[in-house]
């Protein structure tokens, strides 16, 4: 009998697998694919939950994997769900609850497109599922810890689709081959602290804050490039926590938040914000430090064999041939690039993160049919 992806994708929402608990998800999946002739090894790190699963023998010249996670946002305030958001509740040709978008759907459907492809027409080769418990986290311990596990233990992918949401509208319409890089600039300026009526007394760190801040902000990081938009630099949060209208702060805090294209690293990007900062303490007299957190780099995976797989087996299933794109945040796709080539593929992601979260019932079946295809396609080549 097929293993049905919407019956699986139910379940899984019924696990509450809130990063970084576990919630039962992986249990199931282990049990699930262990029936299905996968050999399930547990790569729990840092207190995260994670499940590595392989069909075929180790060493295989070919090895194609799929990656996805489990764990999801808080629900947020349950009274304005009009579902239970663990209940999985298949109505109105959808299924209901959080998780049932991004991403426990694509889990569902590329875990049912593997077990039925090697049931019906084992590969000559060998398929891998990296699946975690820390997507929606840090992130230091959920795919990076599968990938660490995988080299001691001379596993590797040849090539990996993430199966998130892809798709902005329609079914098919959209891959990623690449993501833009993300880091955060943490910006405190300090001086002074003094009595507003006597400024000369203090030394205000504000006006050199904001001075940096227009700097930041009114520059052009770039015009784009090939397969990327223009990089972008976002003013998240300035802060003195002064409470008094009379008093001058001692400190100032900003945050920036930068998402970049494969014209920049995160290294040449802090270079530029830390001469920036050194410029503008230099003409102020304030001393200004900036912390910075990088959540990924940008990459790109060139079009080829995996874009074009995946393309030839959505255009079959839903009529379209879906657009190469790298727009959007991160997701764990910017780890797995430093292992082998990636590619994302995944269903409609309106609903992804908010209440009532939900996905078509038909898409779910769409999207097991189209990693079946890929699969067959890859191991055919």
């Known amino acids: 009998m097929p293993t049905d992806p919407v019956r699986l994708t139910a379940d899984l929402i019924r696990c509450p697998s809130v990063t970084p608990e576990e919630g039962g998800a992986l249990v199931l999946l282990e049990e699930v694919l262990t029936l299905g002739g996968f050999t399930c090894t547990r790569v729990d790190r840092g207190g995260v939950s994670n499940l590595f699963a392989r069909w075929g ?28 958001p663990f209940g999985g509740v298949e109505k109105d040709g959808r299924i209901w609850g959080r998780g049932a978008c991004d991403m426990k759907s694509g889990v569902a459907a590329f ?62 319409e959209m891959m990623k081959i690449g993501r833009r890089g993300s880091m955060t600039g943490f910006i405190t300026a300090t001086g002074v602290q003094g009595h507003a009526a006597y400024p000369h007394r203090a030394k205000n760190p504000l006006p050199a804050l904001a001075k940096l801040i227009d700097r930041l902000a009114s520059h052009e990081l770039d015009t784009g490039t090939g397969h990327f938009d223009a990089s972008t ?82 255009e079959a299933v839903t009529g379209l041939r879906p657009e190469l794109s790298t727009s959007g945040g991160t997701s764990d796709a910017r780890f797995i690039k430093d292992h082998c080539p990636v590619t994302e593929f995944g269903l409609v992601g309106q609903s992804m993160h908010q209440t009532d979260e939900h996905a078509e019932v038909a898409q779910i079946r769409q999207l097991k049919d189209i990693y079946r295809r890929i699969l067959a396609g890859y191991f055919a080549a």
């Open 57 to 84: 023998a180790q060493g295989n010249a070919r090895t194609f994997g799929f990656n996805g996670h489990t764990d999801v946002v808080p629900v947020g305030n349950a009274e304005d769900w009009t579902v239970d």
């Open 233 to 314: 630099l976002a003013v998240t949060t300035i802060d003195t926590g002064n409470p008094a209208n009379n008093v001058i702060p001692a400190r100032g805090r900003a945050t920036v938040n930068i998402r970049f294209n494969d014209a920049h690293s995160s290294a040449s990007l802090a270079d530029w914000l830390r001469a920036e900062a050194a410029a503008v303490a230099a003409e102020t007299g304030i001393a200004i430090d900036i912390r910075i957190e990088v959540s990924g780099e940008s990459f790109l995976t060139p079009p080829g064999l995996l874009s074009d797989l995946i393309a030839d087996a959505a």
């Open 111 to 172: 875990v049912a497109a593997a077990i039925d492809f090697v049931a019906a027409t084992p590969p000559d080769g060998a398929i891998v599922l990296a699946i975690t418990g820390d997507e929606e986290g840090p992130g230091r311990d959920g795919t990076r810890a599968l990938l660490d596990w995988m080299a001691e233990h001379g596993e590797r992918m040849d090539h990996c689709l993430v199966g998130e949401p892809t798709c902005p509208e329609r079914m098919g």
